[in-house]
C-alpha cells in the first residue's frame, strides 16, 4: 500500500532504501535482548579497590544516570546460530532499553562461556576483567599507574576514566582514548603526538561479536580525516582543515548552532576532531555500522530513529556485500546483498550477522588451465561496474576479443564491453552494485564454469556508458567521512534543534509539535488536501504566509510504522530534494507528519519534488515559533 502510494516518483528508491534498512536495524536490535543487566538499587558510578562489579548482576551508572556501564551479552534469538557465548565488558546508554553498546573494553577478548567475570582493581592499580572461578586476568588496562590506590569512574559522559583516589586530577587510562565504533559526545578523535596514541573509529565485526570490524575512521597525522577499509583501502578523505572546515565538506561553516559544536585541533602536541552536545538530555548516537556506514541516531520515545546515514545508500558503502555479490538497494523487496549467479554464500553465519567480508564463494570451480577452456559467460545486467578492481584497458577490436582476452588468463573473472573499450577483472570482484532505476547500468560478463551457465545464448547488451559515469559521480558526492556526516546535520541550512516541545522529544533537524499546536494551525484539520489508505493530509498555516501540510496517519499499527520509517528517512529526504519532512507530533496516539507545503501536488498519492530555495524563511520561522512553545 505505502508501495501504491508513492509509485511512479524515482526517487522513491531511496526512500524504500531508508525504510528497508530502517525496519532490518528495527528487527535486528529488537531481537538482540540485553543478558541480565539488572537495576541494582544502589547504583554507583564508581569503582573501588576490594569493591568490583561481579558477573552480569550489577552495573555503574554515571551521576547523571545516562551511561551504564558493566557486563552484557548481545543474545540472538532471531539468528539460526542460536547460542552466543560471548560476554563483554561495555558502556551502553542506561535509560535505553534495546541494549546498545556504545564501547567494549575486551571485544577481542571476550569473556567464553562458563567463565563468570568480574571486573576489579588489580594490586598494581590497574583495572582489570578476572576469571571469577580462576582468578586469571581476561583484559587489563594495562595503564602505567604510579599507585595502587586508584578507582574507576564513569563520567557523566560516558567516558570511564581510571585514576588516583587521593587526586583525581591524576589519569592513567581512560576509555575515550580507546574508542570503538562509537564517536562520544566530548571524546576526541586524533593523534596525541607526544605518546603517539592515535584514537579512530573501528566497527564492529558484526551485529553480536563486538570484535574490531574493517571500517575505521580516523584523523591522520597530517590532520586529514579518513575513512579506511581493512586498514589498507582509503574510501573517503576530508581534505585538509582550512581554519574553519575540511575542504571536502564547505558545509561544515555557518554553524551558529550552539546545541551542538564541534572542533579541530592541530598543534604540536595534538591533531584531534571533536563534538560537543549541549543538551544532555538528547540521546544522540553517531557510529560507524558494521557494513560501513556511519550513522547518527536519536533516541525517540521507543526507538532510534535515523537522522543521518554516510553513505547514504548501504551500496555506495565500500565493499559492504563482500566479493562476488550484487549489491541491489532497488525497489524490490528482496536483501540488498545477493551472491553473483554460480557463487553462494561463503560463510552462513558471518552472513546472517551482517559480517559479509568473505562475501560469496564459486560453486563449481573454473575450468581454466586445463587442456580445452570451456569457460564461460554470463551476462549479469544493468549493474555498475567495480571502479576498484585491477582493470586492464586492452586494445581490442569488438566484444569477442575481448571475451577471448579474458578467456586466455585463467586469473581474468570477467569483463565488460563498452563504447570502444573492453575492461576486464581478475581475482575478486567487489562492489558491483545493481543500477539506480533512475540510470543505466552496464553489463558484467561473469566468467563460470560451464555448467553454470544456462543454455541460453547471450543476448548484446545495449551500452549505456554515460549513465554510469553520473550515477559514479553522484554516489562519490553524497559520500563523506562519516564525523563529517555528524556534522551536517547540524549545519544544514535552516536547522533545528528545538528543546522539546510539548511531551514529545528533542529532534535534530526536524521540529516536533504539540498536538493542540497542528490543531490549531490546521483550524481543527478543516482544509483536507487528499487522503488515502494511510490516512489524510491537510493545509495549515503557521502564520499567514507559511504554508504547511499536515499529514496524520490513521491505524495504529500501519501509522506508527510509517510515521517512524518517514521520521527516519528525514536526512535522506532532505539530502535530494524531496519534499521536505520540517517536523512530526508523536502524542498519545497522534502519528503527524508536518511537511512544508507545496501548492500543485497531489497530496494524495505522490511525494511532490520541490524547489530547493523556498525554506531558510520558513524554517527561521519555525524556530522560533517552537521557542515560544518552550515552557
Ligand atoms: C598496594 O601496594 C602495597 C604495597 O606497595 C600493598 O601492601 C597493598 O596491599 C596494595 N593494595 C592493594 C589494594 O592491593
Ligand atoms: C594532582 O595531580 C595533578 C596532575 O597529575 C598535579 O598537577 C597536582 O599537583 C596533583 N595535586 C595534588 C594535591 O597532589
Ligand atoms: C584484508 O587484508 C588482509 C591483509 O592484507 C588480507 O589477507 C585479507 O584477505 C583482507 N580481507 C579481505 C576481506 O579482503
Redesign the pocket.
Same mark, same amino acid.
Given at each position: 500500500m505505502l508501495r501504491n502510494y508513492l509509485a511512479g516518483d524515482v526517487r522513491v528508491t531511496y526512500f524504500w532504501v531508508q525504510l528497508r534498512n530502517y525496519q532490518t536495524l528495527v528487527i535486528l536490535l529488537g531481537l538482540l535482548s540485553l543478558h541480565a543487566p539488572s537495576n541494582s538499587a544502589t547504583a554507583t558510578d564508581t569503582v573501588y579497590? *576490594?569493591n568490583g562489579l561481579a558477573g552480569s548482576s550489577s552495573k555503574l551508572v554515571s551521576n547523571n544516570s545516562k551511561f551504564a556501564l558493566g557486563f552484557f551479552r548481545m543474545d540472538n534469538k532471531s539468528f539460526n546460530y542460536a547460542t552466543n557465548p560471548y560476554t563483554y565488558l561495555g558502556i551502553w546508554f542506561n535509560k535505553v532499553p534495546k541494549l546498545t553498546p556504545l564501547w567494549s573494553a575486551n571485544g577481542e577478548s571476550p569473556v567464553m562461556d562458563p567463565a563468570s567475570p568480574e571486573l576489579a582493581?588489580? *594490586?598494581d *592499580?590497574n583495572l582489570v576483567i578476572l576469571d571469577q572461578a580462576t582468578r586469571s586476568v581476561i583484559w587489563s588496562t594495562h595503564a602505567k599507574t604510579t599507585t595502587?590506590?586508584t578507582v574507576a569512574v564513569l563520567q557523566n559522559n560516558g567516558n570511564l576514566v581510571l585514576r588516583s583516589s587521593s587526586n583525581s586530577s591524576t589519569v592513567f587510562w581512560q576509555s575515550f582514548d580507546y574508542p570503538t565504533d562509537t564517536f562520544f559526545a566530548g571524546a576526541k578523535i586524533g593523534w596525541d603526538k607526544v605518546t603517539g596514541l592515535n584514537r579512530r573509529l573501528v566497527s564492529r565485526k558484526n551485529l553480536i561479536d563486538q570484535a574490531p570490524g574493517l571500517y575505521t575512521g580516523e584523523i591522520q597525522k597530517n590532520g586529514v580525516g579518513h575513512l579506511v577499509w581493512n586498514s589498507t583501502v582509503e574510501i573517503e578523505s576530508t581534505g585538509l582543515w582550512n581554519g574553519q572546515y575540511f575542504s571536502s565538506a564547505p558545509e561544515m561553516i555557518g554553524n551558529t548552532d550552539n546545541i551542538t559544536t564541534f572542533e579541530y585541533v592541530n598543534n604540536d602536541k595534538e591533531v584531534y576532531f571533536t563534538w560537543n552536545l549541549h543538551d544532555e538530555t538528547a540521546i544522540v548516537l553517531s557510529q560507524l555500522g558494521v557494513d560501513g556506514q556511519g550513522m547518527v541516531s536519536l533516541w525517540i520515545d521507543k526507538d532510534w530513529v535515523v537522522m543521518y546515514k554516510q553513505p547514504v545508500l548501504q551500496c555506495d558503502a565500500y565493499a559492504t556485500c563482500g566479493q562476488f555479490t550484487v549489491c541491489d538497494e532497488g525497489e524490490n523487496e528482496g536483501p540488498i546483498c545477493n551472491c553473483m549467479k554460480g557463487f553462494s554464500v561463503s560463510s552462513p553465519r558471518d552472513w546472517e550477522l551482517g559480517d559479509r567480508r568473505d562475501g560469496c564463494k564459486r560453486n563449481t570451480p573454473l575450468h581454466c588451465g586445463r587442456s580445452r577452456n570451456t569457460d564461460k559467460f554470463y551476462d549479469v545486467q544493468k549493474v555498475m561496474l567495480p571502479q576498484d578492481e585491477m582493470k586492464i584497458q586492452a586494445a581490442t577490436s569488438d566484444e569477442d576479443d575481448c571475451s577471448r582476452v579474458c578467456l586466455g588468463n585463467c586469473s581474468c573473472t570477467g569483463y565488460s564491453y563498452r563504447e570502444g573499450g573492453c575492461s576486464v577483472w581478475h581475482g575478486k570482484l567487489t562492489n558491483v552494485k545493481k543500477q539506480q532505476p533512475d540510470g543505466n547500468g552496464e553489463t558484467l560478463y561473469l566468467r563460470l564454469a560451464a555448467k553454470e551457465v544456462p543454455g541460453v545464448p547471450r543476448k548484446n547488451s545495449r551500452i549505456f556508458r554515460f549513465g554510469a559515469a553520473i550515477i559514479g559521480a553522484s554516489a562519490a558526492a553524497v559520500a563523506a567521512l562519516m564525523i563529517l556526516g555528524l556534522m551536517m546535520i547540524w549545519r544544514r541550512k535552516g536547522k533545528l534543534f528545538t528543546r522539546t516541545v510539548g511531551d514529545a522529544q528533542v529532534g535534530i533537524g526536524i521540529t516536533t509539535f504539540r498536538y493542540v499546536d497542528l490543531q490549531h494551525a490546521t483550524k481543527n484539520f478543516s482544509e483536507k488536501l487528499g487522503g488515502g489508505s494511510f490516512g489524510s493530509v491537510f493545509k495549515g498555516y503557521l502564520s499567514d504566509s507559511l504554508a504547511l501540510a499536515v499529514k496524520r496517519l490513521d491505524g495504529a499499527n500501519q501509522g506508527e510504522k510509517q510515521f517512524r520509517a518517514e521520521v527516519s528517512s528525514v536526512g535522506i529526504i532532505q539530502h535530494i530534494n524531496l519534499v521536505k519532512l520540517i517536523g512530526f507530533c508523536c502524542q498519545g496516539d497522534q502519528r503527524l507528519l508536518v511537511y512544508e507545503y507545496m501548492p500543485n501536488s497531489d497530496w494524495s498519492c505522490q511525494r511532490p519534488g520541490l524547489p530547493a530555495h523556498w525554506l531558510s524563511g520558513l524554517h527561521y520561522t519555525l524556530r522560533h515559533q517552537a521557542r515560544e512553545h518552550t515552557p
Open positions: 579497590p *576490594g582493581i588489580a *594490586g *592499580g595502587n590506590d
